[in-house]
């Protein structure tokens, strides 16, 4: 079954910090992965996209990483600021039944503390 | 731009009420679509459109419709509310159809549903 699972469920980090979000997957045949931050009461905005090829890819203080031999992405925030504080969803994209589909997961919740 | 605007932000039904939920884009995107984001649980596709005329199911279609008469609008109607479509609901608009081709994917707000 095509899955995405993130971890921690939630994390407290205090400001200034560093942290690092864990997505595996099963999705298969593979696309590409994406992050997403939700702030509360908001929509869904793209942070990364990352294909087959890519290792690595920064936007600011956020780096995202990509293992698609073991199914593994992490999202590493730098210097944490207050305005991190937001749930940070990984998204899968395979191709099924020749359409392409997003496979989203349940996401990280991430707070922030001064 | 506004990008993609949705209305209304909130929203209380009562079971069996209809009612239908606006979106409506402003890029001239061609692919749009429809998620449901309830609490523990990742997004989940309703229905979407690769263009004006053209709509297909998703993952949990069942108690909704959609149409798309032109580029800029995808509403979606609830036919008889029931208290499990109690969500917050999501459009998205992205340039081309393939998801998996990378086009990032823009949201609007979000419609907070609440059916008693």
């Known amino acids: 079954k095509n899955q995405v699972e993130q971890s921690p469920q939630s994390l407290i980090i205090l400001e200034g910090k560093n942290c690092t979000l864990q997505c595996n997957y099963t999705v298969s045949p593979f696309s590409n992965l994406r992050w997403y931050k939700q702030d509360t009461g908001r929509g869904p905005v793209s942070l990364t996209i990352m294909t087959f090829s890519e290792n690595t890819k920064s936007n600011g203080r956020y780096t995202a990483t990509l293992d698609a031999d073991t199914k593994q992405s992490s999202l590493h925030i730098t210097a944490s600021q207050l305005s991190d504080s937001a749930s940070y969803i990984c998204v899968v994209s395979g191709s099924m039944d020749s359409n392409y589909q997003l496979i989203w997961g349940a996401g990280t919740k991430l707070i922030i503390k001064p | 731009n506004a990008g993609v605007t949705q209305t209304p932000k909130f929203q209380v039904l009562k079971t069996g009420q209809s009612m239908t939920l606006q979106c409506a884009q402003d890029m001239n995107h061609e692919y749009m679509s429809w998620y449901r984001q309830d609490p523990g649980m990742g997004l989940r596709l309703i229905h979407y459109s690769v263009g004006a005329g053209i709509t297909d199911q998703g993952e949990v279609p069942n108690g909704y419709n959609v149409s798309r008469s032109t580029t800029e609008d995808f509403p979606l109607r609830l036919l008889s509310a029931a208290p499990s479509q109690t969500s917050v609901y999501f459009c998205?608009?992205?340039?081309?159809w393939g998801q998996g081709s990378g086009t990032e994917a823009f949201f609007g707000q979000g419609t907070r549903l609440t059916v008693v």
């Open positions: 998205a608009s992205s340039r081309s």
